[in-house]
């Protein structure tokens, strides 16, 4: 596939507008056009090592979950590894691209992956996702009612301001009188110039409304997953559940106060990664992530929260499997797709 065609198509399977707004996601490295992928290369982080297992399998597309290029560049030298990897990436004529935040939103994505590692269970956003626009053209609804005598001086004059969409009028009955009500949609700043106008006669309108219009919310899209188990198991069966499901040997456990091993499990709140930020303030029994800080492991604990944390990129990366059939599927089995032998965590048990 041509790159240009092949990212059009990521964009489609997840699009990058449900990223936070401070990542860094999308196509980060381009060699000269045109480029075309082949082989596309799968990986949770991008070190040096895992780039040079991709030279060796010839990828001509990293998808790194994590972007490697994260704050901003301000030279491409041979200095430091990041600026290596662009170096690398350019020389054997490799793009690299970058999802991160936006398949920890999305239903297919990192974070629905994670669930499956409690057993049979409903689940829901903790931070659900807005659509990436509003139903209708603009921010903001004004209605007011206005006398039909002054109808068409204060429409004309609406009118000449910039940004005003969906006008309408309507007949009206205020207190016994006839009038129009008139309906807009307009921007953050028409706003404000619709309320001066509005504002420089007092008798011209009555009974203004203005409505802030919100972008509606996606259904089972967003950060972390409040998750109900069908039945309550104990904390010791969760913890065996997890660690087969993340194929790990060893996980960190902080015991929520007065809870047990034997304690039942009924709700679980979860965000792979960091979830501090996520997670904080959830009525949960238990909280799984990858890492917390000590504090908020503290402040969950005294909550009588039991926090398991599996370090970061553990809760991540077994994601990569399934993400290669689901793009295998997605990009109808036009290129080869490999997962990376040589990511892992960074930490490990000594």
Aim: glycine share 4%; with cysteine.
């Amino acid at each position: 596939m041509d790159l240009r065609e092949l990212v059009s198509a990521l964009n489609d399977f997840a699009s990058l507008s449900l990223a936070e707004s401070w990542d860094n996601v999308g196509l980060l490295v381009e060699p000269s056009p045109p480029h075309t992928v082949n082989t596309l290369f799968l990986t949770n982080d991008l070190t040096e090592e895992v780039m040079e297992e991709a030279v060796q399998k010839k990828a001509d597309l990293i998808l790194s979950y994590h972007p490697p290029i994260f704050t901003p560049l301000k030279r491409v030298t041979w200095k430091t590894w990041k600026e290596r990897l662009v170096v690398r990436a350019l020389e054997h004529r490799i793009g690299i691209y970058s999802p991160h935040t936006a398949y920890d939103a999305i239903p297919h994505g990192v974070n629905n992956w994670l669930t499956k590692g409690l057993g049979a269970c409903t689940s829901v956003p903790l931070r659900p996702s807005t659509a990436p626009c509003y139903p209708a053209e603009g921010t903001h609804r004004i209605e007011f009612c206005a006398d039909t005598k002054h109808l068409d001086t204060v429409l004309s004059k609406i009118k000449d301001l910039k940004e005003i969409f969906c006008l309408t009028t309507l007949p009206a009955r205020v207190e016994g009188e006839e009038q129009t009500r008139v309906s807009l949609n307009c921007s953050q700043k028409a706003l404000l110039e619709v309320v001066a106008l509005l504002s420089q006669n007092s008798l011209l309108y009555h009974k203004t409304e203005i409505l802030l219009l919100q972008k509606p919310l996606l259904p089972h899209t967003g950060m972390g997953r409040l998750c109900t188990l069908s039945k309550p198991v104990s904390l010791s069966d969760i913890i065996a559940r997890i660690k087969s499901h993340l194929k790990l040997p060893h996980i960190r456990l902080a015991m929520g106060m007065g809870k047990t091993l034997e304690s039942p499990v009924k709700k679980a709140a979860l965000c792979a990664g960091s979830g501090s930020s996520i997670l904080k303030g959830t009525e949960a029994d238990l909280y799984l992530t990858g890492e917390m800080s000590h504090h908020d492991v503290l402040d969950a604990v005294a909550n009588g929260i039991s926090v398991v944390l599996c370090e970061h990129s553990n809760t991540e990366r077994g994601f990569l499997s399934e993400l290669r059939d689901m793009l295998a599927s997605h990009l109808h089995y036009k290129i080869n797709i490999i997962v990376s032998e040589k990511d892992r965590d960074p930490l490990q048990v000594a």
